[in-house]
């Protein structure tokens, strides 16, 4: 399985208010080998960036280079979910993310705005997972499931973060506040 390799998605090309949905229906997360977890490895950050790619927003990707630029696949360093939250707090700002509080995100998420909770773990493995709106998420992981609980993919974890993409509706992009 090459779940470092970009997908192409036919979703990237719905309209703004329908694309998520579509997205999620053609990466079927819950059954799609990609995300499937192996031995101690699960795929949180390949799920999340599939995601952002399939929203057809620029950042984050699997793929990264030391500057926060997309790279090509293998000439950049692969985003784990530590290393996606580290980016974006270093480079996050300059492709529309911005850092909330919960409610905030959530409401944004409700609104259309891609939203992701990041858990940065100094101890091991993080996580990541795209949130959906009021206490709800999507992930791979341990578990993946289209859509449950912020504490069904997180547990008790502390710290977690919600980051919201602030540019709306895709290329062309519109500001809008969450």
Known sequence: MERWKPLSLA???KPWPERLDSVLV???????????PSEALTWCNVFATDVVQ??????????MTTKGEPAAVGRGYELTANLLWDW???HGGTYGW????????????QRGHVALVVWRNSKGP???AVLLGSDKITQAGRRCFRQGRIAEGFGAAQGLEFW???????PPHTKEKP
Do not use: C, D, F, I
């Open 126 to 128: 993080g996580h990541v």
């Open 88 to 90: 974006l707090h270093t």
């Open 98 to 109: 911005m850092n909330a509080e919960r409610e905030v995100a959530e409401k944004a998420a």
């Open 164 to 170: 919201v993409q602030m540019e709306r509706g895709g």
């Open 54 to 63: 399939g929203m057809g927003l620029s950042a984050p990707r699997h793929w």
């Open 26 to 36: 053609e990466l079927h997360v819950e059954s799609n080998p990609r995300y499937r």
């Open 11 to 13: 979703a990237t090309s």
